[in-house]
């Protein structure tokens, strides 16, 4: 199974993202029910696999944090692949990330080295840009680049499923892990 854990966005701030996204018109938008803070992708799992990482997940004890989401920002330099909200949550964030990787190493999971920018994507774009396409872009960056929606509370990661569809990919919670 394809899974990843991740940070659930509170439905009140979800709303509030989607309704950030509506000005945007250009590329793919991330559905309002995938917006998440991805901490470790885990790729293609078997059950058992799943079931050992569930033990060790179930065993971190890390207290509550916060996180804040302010400011848009492109991946993929001058031809631009993502569209994301960042995300800041302090070491408290970073040490979450450490913790369940090493978690995840331990019951045998390869995961990918790379650097951890945490972030809630908003839309992916195609590979070849129009210049209408990059206008519209560049105006809700202008306009946006700022927004700033204050913090949450974090209380649980998520053990998330994800099946590929061609219109895009569809997330179920598996588990949740309770922080405090």
């Known amino acids: 199974m394809r899974c990843f854990l ?8 979800r709303d509030e993202v989607s309704d950030l996204q509506m ?3 250009v590329g793919r938008l991330v559905p309002e029910e995938n917006f998440h803070l991805t901490l470790a992708f885990l790729d293609d799992q078997p059950k058992a696999v799943l079931q050992d990482l569930n033990e060790a997940l179930c065993e971190i004890e890390l207290p509550v944090f916060k996180v804040g989401l302010q400011g848009l920002d492109l991946f993929g330099g001058k031809k631009p ?8 949550g302090g070491p408290a964030l970073r040490e979450l990330h450490r ?7 331990d019951v045998g999971i390869d995961l990918a080295r790379e650097r951890f920018r945490p972030h809630v994507t908003l839309a992916r774009f195609g590979r070849y840009m129009r210049e209408d396409e990059a206008a519209k872009l560049g105006h809700f960056l202008e306009s946006h680049a ?9 209380t649980q990661f998520c053990l998330f499923g994800s099946t590929l569809h ?11 892990y309770a922080l405090g």
């Open 99 to 105: 913790v369940i990787r090493r978690a995840a190493q």
């Open 146 to 154: 700022d927004v700033d929606f204050g913090s949450f509370e974090v």
């Open 166 to 176: 061609p219109d895009g990919a569809e997330h179920e919670v598996l588990a949740q």
């Open 23 to 25: 000005h945007l018109r």
């Open 81 to 88: 692949r993502l569209l994301y909200l960042q995300a800041n």
């Open 6 to 13: 991740a940070l659930d966005l509170p439905e009140a701030l």
